[in-house]
């Protein structure tokens, strides 16, 4: 009986944690198409502006592939339950997340500094907990 409710709470924290990424993937895929079909004013959100053509084509390009490719790998990857794909947006947000850190560090804080940091910290604990949870292969037979 013990083996059965212990089966159950696996089986009900494999459909959170998927539905969870999901979610997380499409708010990503919203902030990229924001960004592909309204850079400028996308950009003034994140403290960036264009600076003409070039500029909206970087923001556009750029930011685009970022959050397009972390909601891509997310969504699959909750989709078809293959924590494999999880992998490509941990280490993407926890580069970011890092990086943020040092530029904290370095640079000193600004409004509301604490948010971007703490929805990509929580991509990357999310995504590692459904990593650990859902159907993967061993790190070593991925870069083997």
């Known amino acids: 009986m013990r083996?059965?409710?212990?089966l159950g709470v696996v089986?009900?924290?494999r459909f959170v944690l998927t539905a969870l990424i999901f979610l997380f993937g499409l708010f990503d895929l919203m902030?990229?198409?924001?960004?592909l079909l309204n850079p400028a004013a996308t950009a003034t959100g994140f403290g960036l502006s264009a600076n003409g053509t070039q500029g909206l084509s970087t923001l556009r390009a750029d930011f685009t592939a970022?959050?397009?490719?972390?909601?891509?790998?997310m969504m699959i990857g909750a989709w078809r339950r293959n924590a494999d794909l999880l992998l490509v947006?941990?280490?993407?947000m926890g580069v970011a997340v890092s990086v943020r850190a040092i530029s904290l560090a370095v640079d000193g804080t600004y409004p509301a500094w604490q948010v971007p940091m703490l929805v990509e910290a929580l991509h990357v604990v999310l995504l590692i907990a459904a990593?650990?949870?859902l159907p993967h292969h061993?790190?070593?037979e991925l870069t083997s």
């Open 89 to 92: 947006p941990a280490a993407v």
């Open 131 to 133: 990593w650990r949870v």
């Open 11 to 13: 089986i009900i924290m």
């Open 3 to 6: 083996k059965i409710a212990s």
């Open 138 to 140: 061993r790190i070593t």
């Open 66 to 73: 970022f959050f397009g490719v972390v909601a891509a790998c």
């Open 31 to 35: 902030m990229g198409l924001n960004f």
